[in-house]
């Protein structure tokens, strides 16, 4: 209760006191969110409080409430605090995840991801639609541009990079100057003007049909050490292939790399379409954004030129209307793009056909929503070392030289020893030892 004698607070005291009231969910504090506003204040010191929520059930509101009435209320000069609930729109809850978005890039750890490197994690709500196809297409794709593009293969359990990518080699490791431990040497393969650097577990064991038993913490460590011991070096694309669902390495990668865009992947079918969204649903709790989304399988087109819908029709379209997203092509069934991935070689780099023109469509699409780098220039004076070298670095692309032969092996080391919170059980299934550099 106020003192007669103590005049009420002023709007900017009460405001400096609602900064101290965190959402939850979001990591900020209410005002600079934008949910929060003074209303009024009276003679007596009772203050009237403007609160939107972002959905008008949120099941943080009594735990808001508390903070408020704590924060304002504890003000010598106010008698009472009131709070008028209200619900943002949809461009407020815009602007909310955009800032939520930035929060979380500017508080994520570090990685050996090159700040210019636009990451794009190609997901799925289940198996079987096609997504690590999709991935190497679009690497590829892209890479023909004369783009350096990463590849990791994040599926942990289910790899298939490597054979649809046609490398074999083993990972190897070596000493970098300035790195305490050795780092993980990426496996790359020229592409036109273009390179992929390439990772995956499928580089680690010694024949595909060795099966990978981790759990929890163990794939998320695993992918930590992707992003943490790789030395990527250059890089103006990072493509994510993403295991399908929402579990433990979605939210780890959200965790380790916010800046991540997210490509859903489905199929035409309603049911795929209804699994797709859980995909986007998981983006929106991890503050990720959603570049679009890829109808994959959508028509199989007989040698006659009479199509027939498979798998049904307009799921991808329903997806991305649902969520908000472009939708950024439909792929058709084609038995050619299932045999480029079986001998190494994705359909956009030597085929033809509708399924290569639709993939060399979406990289295009993907590349001119990309910020070029002289503009990136103009965005932040903290990156301006990083676009300066970039932008060096571009203009002499054309000097990139290829290392893609193969390391010559000398003596032996087990790589992944060094990741500490691996179980032995762990490293003893990988089995897999890496050469150090002569």
Request: charged share 20%.
């Amino acid at each position: 209760m106020s003192s007669p004698h103590v005049a009420p607070p002023t709007v900017a005291e009460v405001t400096n006191r609602l900064r101290a009231v965190m959402d939850p969910e979001l990591g900020d504090n209410i005002v600079d969110l934008g949910m929060a506003a003074v209303d009024s204040i009276s003679a007596d010191g009772v203050v009237a409080i403007g609160m939107k929520l972002t959905i008008k059930g949120c099941p943080l509101r009594v735990q808001i409430k508390q903070d408020i009435e704590a924060r304002v209320g504890t003000h010598p000069g106010v008698s009472k605090v009131t709070i008028d609930w209200g619900e943002m729109t949809a461009e407020e809850r815009t602007a909310v995840m955009t800032r939520a978005r930035w929060n979380a890039k500017e508080q994520a750890p570090d990685t050996k991801i090159p700040l210019n490197a636009r990451v794009l994690a190609i997901a799925s709500g289940k198996g079987g639609v096609g997504k690590s196809s999709v991935t190497v297409n679009l690497a590829a794709a892209i890479a023909q541009s004369g783009y350096v593009v990463g590849v990791l293969d994040a599926d942990i359990w289910g790899f298939s990079i490597p054979r649809m990518l046609g490398l074999s080699d083993r990972l190897e490791a070596k000493r970098i100057d300035g790195v305490e431990k050795p780092q993980i040497i990426p496996n790359e393969r020229r592409i036109g003007n273009g390179l992929l650097k390439v990772v995956s577990t499928g580089m680690l064991v010694d024949d595909e049909g060795t099966a990978l038993m981790w759990r929890g913490l163990m794939l998320t460590k695993a992918v930590e050490q992707f992003l943490n011991d790789v030395h990527w070096g250059e890089l103006d694309y990072l493509l994510i292939d993403m295991p399908p669902g929402t579990g433990d390495v979605q939210m780890g990668l959200a965790r380790m790399l916010p800046r991540t865009d997210l490509v859903i992947v489905t199929t035409p079918a309603v049911s795929a379409q209804k699994v797709a969204i859980r995909a986007a649903d998981m983006a929106r709790r991890s503050f990720l954004r959603v570049a679009g989304v890829i109808e994959n399988m959508s028509a199989f087109t007989c040698e006659h030129g009479t199509s027939y819908a498979l798998f049904g029709t307009g799921g991808g379209k329903a997806l991305a209307d649902e969520i908000g997203a472009e939708l950024l092509g439909q792929v058709p069934i084609e038995s050619a793009v299932a045999h480029a991935g079986d001998t190494g070689e994705p359909i956009v780099i030597n085929g033809s056909g509708a399924a290569a023109d639709a993939f060399n469509a979406i990289a295009q699409k993907i590349i001119a929503n990309t910020i070029s780098l002289t503009e990136m220039a103009g965005c932040s004076a903290r990156n301006d070392d990083v676009v300066a070298v970039s932008v060096s670095r571009r203009d002499n692309n054309a000097k990139l030289t290829s290392s893609c032969s193969r390391r010559r092996p000398a003596s032996r080391f087990r790589l992944l020893c060094h990741l500490r919170q691996f179980s032995v059980l762990a490293i003893s299934q990988l089995e897999c030892q890496f050469s150090w550099p002569h």
